[in-house]
């Protein structure tokens, strides 16, 4: 039996391939950046909102990762919020506090749980 066509499996190879780069680059083209800068004053602005959290502390599955519990509402996906930053002898598993922060989507963390809210501020309630 005999190979009519040295090339044909490589061009489909090749056209997938370049499906997949142009869709991943489609993908990396579309989401927002982490912080982008500001033109009027070079100032650094983020894209994702600031919000105020009050709820309670909670220790994470993994060591050194703290979540937060909101009081009123129902958490995000992934349990709570996981705490990134912020002033660790506030921030104690059980305590009661007011957070300030800004969200952060996509970001990387072993935490593998909660939804990520860099820390501007935390006080005790």
Do not use: H, N, W
């Amino acid at each position: 039996m005999s190979i009519p066509c040295g090339g044909c499996v490589k061009r489909p190879v090749a056209l997938i391939a370049a499906t997949l780069m142009a869709a991943a680059g489609a993908i990396f083209a579309v989401a927002p950046a982490a912080q982008a800068a500001s033109p009027a004053a070079g100032v650094v602005v983020s894209p994702y909102p600031t919000i105020t959290v009050v709820g309670t502390v909670t220790a994470g599955v993994e060591m050194g990762c703290l979540l937060l519990t909101p009081f009123t509402s129902y958490p995000p996906p992934g349990g709570g919020y996981l705490l990134i930053g912020g002033d660790r002898k506030v921030l104690v598993p059980g305590a009661r506090v007011q957070v300030t922060g800004v969200l952060k989507p996509g970001a990387i963390s072993f935490c593998m749980q909660g939804y990520p809210l860099e820390v501007i501020s935390a006080k005790p309630l």
